[in-house]
Structures are given as structure tokens and as C-alpha cells.
């Protein structure tokens, strides 16, 4: 081979997709050597999402920021400029891991997210990809939007910044100090789920449990995040209430539309588009991808799907390289996935395998190489 791309998802509990990178890069180099490996670990907009286009683009730099935290606590940050765009990862300012032990997504806040995206605007930057996911908030994004000027009022007329336990206390709306530092920058939010914004499906049921919320939080929080979208609806016109992915991220989905004027795209897309992928694909001669588990699920829209179908437009040969096979895989090679290849070497549960994931990687990536050369 001349060239090959290296893009996977991780294998969620056992292998990051730095490390699969890593692994398959070097056996290709190993057996292959005359062969140019481009690597990109594919980020879903959760933590790490920013470090994955540090590594994978020579081009991007790491750009350092004062900010604050989920508490409103003084921090660092730093986000990933590429030319005039800038990636961003709210899990960086408003993540789990800063609330171990002291979750509490009433209190919690987005505002530190938004000073990021306020600093790279006046760094000059005029495109804003932020990833979603591994939040600890319930805020609708209300304090991102706060911190990039927007206005919240209650009935009395006082300024405040809501949290995830006033949501129902906001009664108007200021966009226009938003809209005055966001004119001409284009707003992107790596998004995943389809979880509208409130509901048994919303962002406090489904997602509240996990940033610490009992259950009598979450109907709390719920709540607030109803009278949130009522009140988005009758102060912007906006009724997101039931859009899919307003619910991402402790509804900071709903946010990205309502307070900084952005819209929501799947996290592969985001990536694909980003790394120029379709010029990537020139001249190359194999894709490799995969993740934990290809199955039915894989095909919806996820990391193998998107990669296939646009590699498919360009007659490239995708290859699958996966911790685990499920059922109904077959329309994978429909959209120009050309083989599946599981990493396990024999039958074993697991608990025990995934401790062998690497050398498994390894091993599998050795054999579909030497396929591959014997075959030339």
C-alpha cells in the first residue's frame, strides 16, 4: 500500500482510540513500511475531544485560556485553533470528573464553556465547534450563554444567571449582547444523542441519575427545564422542546440554538468535515476503522457508517477492525464497509479479554496485513 488512513472510534472500557492508533499504526509501519499512515482518533465530543484533533491535525494549536469551572472556580482551559476554527470541549470547564464526589447539576454551571467560546471569538476566530457530552450540568446552557452576553431576567427585572435549580425563575430574554460578539461566526455542536430536551426521555431523566441527581431532583430539574423551553419559546420564537439532541448535555443542545444562534451535527460528520477527509481520501489505497461492538446500531448515523459512505463515493476499501461482532451487520457492506474482522482470538468472556485487547489489536492487524501483501 502507498498510503492508508487509520480513523477509529474507541473500544469503549478497554482501548482509547489514541491507543488503537498507536497499535495499528505501528504494525502497518512494521509490516508495510514503505506505506504513509495518516492516524485520526475519532473524538465524540466528549473528554478528550479536543486532544484527538491536537494529535491527528500538524496544523492545529493549542490555545490556553483562564476560565472557570462548574462551581465558578478560577481554571485553566485550552481549545484547538485551526485556522479561523476553533474546537472547543465544554467537558473541559463543565465535565464529571471536576464534580467527583460534590455532583450536584442544580448548582453546576455552563459559564465557563462560554467564556472559551468568548475568547476564541476575540482571539479572531469565526467558526466554533463545540463537543457535547461528559457534562455534570442542567443549566439548557444558560450560563454559556450568560458568558457570551446574553441576558437573563426573572419577574422582577433582576439580572441573573440561571443554574439547573432557577431555570423557572427566567421570565426574559436579551439576546442582543449574544448576537453583537457572534455576528459572522458560525456555532457547531458535535451532538450524538436525540434526546429532546425535557421528558421521560429528556435530558434530566435520562441523564440526570448519573451527574448526581436523585429522583426527586430530577423531577425537579425537569421541570425547570420545561418552563425553560416555554419561556425560549414565547421571549426567541424557538419551540425546541422536542428537537432531537436539545437534550444533549444537560440540554446545552437547546443553548447552542437558542443562545449563540448554532446548530447541532453528528460528532463523525463534525470530525469528517474538520479533517478534510474527502481530500484525505485522495490516493489512498485503505481506510481502517471500528469501535467496541459493530451492530445494527453502528449503521445509524455512527462513526463506521460515516466514514464508510463517503470513502464509498470515492471507491476506497474500508476495512472494520472490532473488539466484538452483533447481529444485523449485513447493510454495513452496503454502505462500503468491504470486511469485518473481530480482534478475539478465541472464545472467552469479556472480563478476561479485554485485558488482551492490545495484543489481540495487534495480532489481528498483523494478520490482515500479511492478507494484504500476500495477496499483491
Same mark, same amino acid.
Given at each position: 500500500?502507498?498510503?492508508?488512513?487509520?480513523?477509529?472510534?474507541?473500544?469503549k472500557?478497554?482501548?482509547?482510540?489514541?491507543?488503537i492508533?498507536?497499535?495499528?499504526?505501528?504494525?502497518?509501519?512494521?509490516?508495510d513500511?514503505g506505506?504513509e499512515?495518516?492516524a485520526?482518533?475519532?473524538?465524540?465530543?466528549?473528554?478528550?475531544?479536543?486532544?484527538?484533533?491536537?494529535?491527528?491535525?500538524?496544523?492545529c494549536?493549542?490555545?490556553?485560556?483562564d476560565?472557570?469551572?462548574?462551581?465558578?472556580?478560577?481554571q485553566?482551559?485550552?481549545?484547538?485553533?485551526?485556522?479561523?476554527t476553533?474546537?472547543?470541549?465544554?467537558?473541559m470547564?463543565?465535565?464529571?470528573?471536576?464534580?467527583?464526589?460534590?455532583?450536584?447539576?442544580?448548582?453546576?454551571?455552563?459559564?465557563?464553556?462560554?467564556?472559551?467560546?468568548?475568547k476564541?471569538?476575540?482571539?479572531g476566530?469565526?467558526?466554533?465547534?463545540?463537543?457535547?457530552?461528559?457534562?455534570?450540568?442542567?443549566?439548557c446552557?444558560?450560563?454559556m450563554?450568560?458568558?457570551l452576553?446574553?441576558?437573563?431576567?426573572?419577574? #422582577? @427585572?433582576?439580572?441573573? *444567571?440561571? !443554574? %439547573? $435549580?432557577?431555570?423557572?425563575q427566567?421570565?426574559?430574554? &436579551?439576546?442582543?449582547?449574544?448576537?453583537?460578539?457572534?455576528?459572522?461566526?458560525?456555532v457547531?455542536?458535535?451532538?450524538?444523542?436525540?434526546?429532546?430536551?425535557?421528558?421521560?426521555k429528556?435530558?434530566?431523566?435520562?441523564?440526570g441519575?448519573?451527574?448526581?441527581?436523585?429522583?426527586?431532583?430530577?423531577r425537579?430539574?425537569?421541570?425547570g427545564?420545561k418552563?425553560?423551553?416555554?419561556?425560549?419559546?414565547?421571549?426567541?420564537g424557538?419551540?425546541?422542546?422536542?428537537?432531537?439532541g436539545?437534550?444533549?448535555?444537560?440540554?446545552?443542545?437547546a443553548?447552542i440554538?437558542?443562545?449563540?444562534?448554532?446548530?447541532?451535527?453528528?460528532?463523525?460528520?463534525?470530525?469528517?468535515?474538520?479533517?478534510?477527509?474527502?481530500k484525505?481520501l #485522495? @490516493?489512498?489505497?485503505? *481506510?481502517? !476503522? %471500528? $469501535?467496541?461492538?459493530?451492530?445494527?446500531?453502528?449503521? &445509524?448515523?455512527?462513526?463506521?457508517?460515516?466514514?464508510?459512505?463517503?470513502?464509498?463515493?470515492?471507491?476506497?476499501?474500508?476495512?472494520?477492525?472490532?473488539?466484538?461482532?452483533?447481529?444485523?451487520?449485513?447493510?454495513?457492506?452496503d454502505?462500503?464497509?468491504s470486511?469485518?474482522?473481530?480482534?478475539?482470538?478465541?472464545?472467552?468472556?469479556?472480563?478476561?479479554?479485554?485485558?488482551?485487547s492490545?495484543?489481540?489489536?495487534?495480532?489481528?492487524?498483523?494478520?490482515?496485513?500479511r492478507l494484504?501483501?500476500?495477496?499483491?
Amino acid at each position: 500500500m502507498k498510503k492508508c488512513i487509520v480513523i477509529p472510534d474507541s473500544f469503549k472500557g478497554t482501548l482509547s482510540a489514541f491507543e488503537i492508533c498507536e497499535i495499528e499504526k505501528q504494525a502497518i509501519q512494521t509490516l508495510d513500511p514503505g506505506c504513509e499512515v495518516a492516524a485520526v482518533p475519532v473524538a465524540d465530543g466528549g473528554e478528550g475531544t479536543v486532544d484527538c484533533f491536537l494529535y491527528a491535525l500538524k496544523d492545529c494549536r493549542k490555545i490556553e485560556v483562564d476560565t472557570t469551572g462548574p462551581y465558578g472556580k478560577a481554571q485553566k482551559a485550552y481549545y484547538a485553533q485551526l485556522g479561523d476554527t476553533a474546537i472547543i470541549e465544554m467537558a473541559m470547564c463543565a465535565g464529571l470528573p471536576q464534580v467527583e464526589g460534590r455532583q450536584n447539576p442544580e448548582k453546576t454551571t455552563t459559564y465557563g464553556v462560554g467564556t472559551v467560546m468568548k475568547k476564541a471569538v476575540e482571539a479572531g476566530c469565526k467558526k466554533l465547534v463545540v463537543g457535547l457530552g461528559g457534562s455534570c450540568t442542567t443549566d439548557c446552557g444558560a450560563g454559556m450563554g450568560a458568558a457570551l452576553g446574553v441576558v437573563f431576567r426573572d419577574k #422582577e @427585572g433582576k439580572e441573573f *444567571v440561571p !443554574t %439547573g $435549580e432557577t431555570l423557572g425563575q427566567v421570565a426574559a430574554i &436579551d439576546l442582543s449582547g449574544a448576537k453583537a460578539l457572534l455576528e459572522g461566526v458560525e456555532v457547531t455542536a458535535m451532538c450524538d444523542v436525540e434526546n429532546p430536551m425535557y421528558g421521560p426521555k429528556g435530558a434530566a431523566h435520562v441523564f440526570g441519575p448519573q451527574k448526581g441527581a436523585d429522583k426527586a431532583m430530577v423531577r425537579r430539574l425537569d421541570e425547570g427545564v420545561k418552563q425553560m423551553a416555554e419561556t425560549i419559546r414565547s421571549q426567541l420564537g424557538l419551540d425546541l422542546d422536542q428537537v432531537p439532541g436539545t437534550g444533549a448535555a444537560g440540554a446545552m443542545g437547546a443553548g447552542i440554538i437558542a443562545f449563540a444562534g448554532g446548530r447541532l451535527q453528528s460528532g463523525i460528520s463534525t470530525v469528517l468535515d474538520l479533517i478534510g477527509f474527502e481530500k484525505m481520501l #485522495e @490516493g489512498t489505497d485503505l *481506510v481502517f !476503522t %471500528g $469501535e467496541g461492538r459493530i451492530d445494527s446500531q453502528s449503521l &445509524d448515523g455512527k462513526v463506521i457508517s460515516g466514514i464508510a459512505q463517503r470513502a464509498k463515493k470515492q471507491n476506497v476499501p474500508v476495512v472494520c477492525v472490532v473488539g466484538s461482532v452483533g447481529d444485523g451487520i449485513e447493510g454495513a457492506y452496503d454502505m462500503g464497509v468491504s470486511a469485518i474482522f473481530s480482534i478475539n482470538q478465541k472464545a472467552e468472556a469479556f472480563e478476561t479479554a479485554r485485558y488482551k485487547s492490545a495484543q489481540n489489536l495487534k495480532a489481528t492487524m498483523e494478520n490482515i496485513l500479511r492478507l494484504i501483501k500476500a495477496s499483491r
